[in-house]
């Protein structure tokens, strides 16, 4: 069974900041990928990132990059120079393992940036 | 622009009032799902579908029904709504196991 544990409900960063969102994860599979989403106050779900286990760099999008540690079994999403916009609702999630269908989401993380 | 479009964003309705929430892609997608989101429980899948006409049931599926009659549309189908049902309601399509396209969402309400 896969499982994702997001352990931070809430964090606050200031403005131009740079901030990391943690993320751990377990699965059974050699081989799977994680997800980044962003769900600001207007509910819709918005693609951040996404990383495989096999990819060897770190995925990079923009502002945003993946500190991506198998053996720690952690995929944390780091924003740089945060801006008001990144205020928001994180979800990291795993696609669906050979047995099920559906992505495997965890509690999330509201973020709030500070002016 | 490829997108899942959902209809309607908002709704408010009164337990039993039959109702359907809409789901289209504009992909080609074979793959698409529903799921609910409520305040501590996360994101839950409640149908989802291989191919047309292909079907099957996610973790909560008790109180919806799904169909898809053609590849582009998935409706979710509510019977006979109740108040439990009060969630913020996603469709998603995918192109591999990695490509997921979400739709904007639903917020439902039963009174």
Known sequence: ???????????????????TLDCTYDTSDQSYGLFWYKQPSSGEMIFLIYQGS???????????????????????????????????????????????????????TRLQVQP | EAQVTQNPRYLITVTGKKLTVTCSQNMNHE???????????????????????????GDVPEGYKVSRKEKRNFPLILESPSPNQTSLYFCASRDSLWGYTFGSGTRLTVV
């Open chain 1, 1 to 19: 069974a896969q499982k994702i544990t997001q352990t931070q409900p809430g964090m606050f960063v200031q403005e131009k900041e740079a901030v």
């Open chain 1, 54 to 108: 096999y990819d060897e760099q770190n995925a990079t999008e923009g502002r945003y990059s993946l500190n991506f540690q198998k053996a720690r079994k952690s995929a944390n999403l780091v924003i740089s120079a945060s801006q008001l916009g990144d205020s928001a609702m994180y979800f990291c999630a795993m696609p669906p393992d050979t047995g099920r269908r559906a992505l495997t989401f965890g509690s999330g």
């Open chain 2, 31 to 57: 793959y698409m799902s529903w799921y609910r989101q409520d305040p501590g429980l996360g994101l839950r899948q409640i149908y989802y579908s291989m191919n047309v006409e292909v079907t099957d049931k």
